[in-house]
T-cell receptor, first 114, second 114 residues
Framework: SQQGEEDPQALSIQEGENATMNCSYK?????LQWYRQNSGRGLVHLIL?????REKHSGRLRVTLDTSKKSSSLLITASRAADTASYFC??????????????FGQGTILTVHP | GAVVSQHPSWVICKSGTSVKIECRSL??????MFWYRQFPKQSLMLMAT?????????EQGVEKDKFLINHASLTLSTLTVTSAHPEDSSFYIC??????????FGSGTQLSVL
């Protein structure tokens, strides 16, 4: 079942601006991951943050995790038109019987205008 | 290069026919494969978890007799949509992991049932 809520559902910005997407979840997690999906295509893994981590960076990406609030955010700095895609958070839930069994959020559709 | 190969990328079939989707792990053994479904403009929903040599575990609400999963070898898992109907039209994607590393996703299969 889906446990992730993402907001906003859609985000439209100009090239060069920063984009922030938020994700909330309901159960305890081992880790939270962010994925990107171009229209009708497969998933690209962006970044993974473990439950004992609070912040992680990768290039123009910055992810935060607040386990007390059960929420995470993805910040894309200096956005480019090529960043246009759907972004999903996914949780690997603690206590699960299968490593790698993910629960995905609803996703944020990001449009970056040139 | 691709770590998980998924075929076909897209398939169009007539209502009532069966469609087989394959996911192969390249250069490693995938003891577990996850199968997800994504309807247009929606998130990914886990359908089932397959384990090599044993029966697949289906998520609540997924008909096991309609979505047949076979994981007969350590490098190949298949999903067969039997007696497909237009409401089965969706994007299907598999994922697995290698030695508890990050997950690897197939490129997905877009199924259109006429």
């Amino acid at each position: 079942s889906q446990q992730g809520e993402e907001d906003p559902q859609a985000l439209s910005i100009q090239e060069g601006e920063n984009a922030t997407m938020n994700c909330s979840y309901k159960t305890s997690i081992n880790n939270l991951q962010w994925y990107r999906q171009n229209s009708g295509r497969g998933l690209v893994h962006l970044i993974l943050i473990r439950s004992n981590e609070r912040e992680k960076h990768s290039g123009r990406l910055r992810v935060t995790l607040d386990t007390s609030k059960k929420s995470s955010s993805l910040l894309i700095t200096a956005s480019r038109a090529a960043d246009t895609a759907s972004y999903f958070c996914a949780t690997d839930n603690a206590g699960g019987t299968s490593y790698g069994k993910l629960t995905f959020g609803q996703g944020t559709i990001l449009t970056v205008h040139p | 290069g691709a770590v998980v190969s998924q075929h076909p990328s897209w398939v169009i079939c007539k209502s009532g026919t069966s469609v087989k989707i394959e996911c192969r792990s390249l250069d490693f053994q995938a003891t577990t494969m996850f199968w997800y479904r994504q309807f247009p403009k929606q998130s990914l929903m886990l359908m089932a978890t397959s384990n090599e040599g044993s029966k697949a575990t289906y998520e609540q609400g997924v008909e096991k007799d309609k979505f047949l999963i076979n994981h007969a070898s350590l490098t190949l898992s298949t999903l067969t949509v039997t007696s497909a109907h237009p409401e089965d039209s969706s994007f299907y994607i598999c994922s697995t992991y290698r030695r508890a590393e990050k997950l690897f996703f197939g490129s997905g299969t877009q199924l259109s049932v006429l």
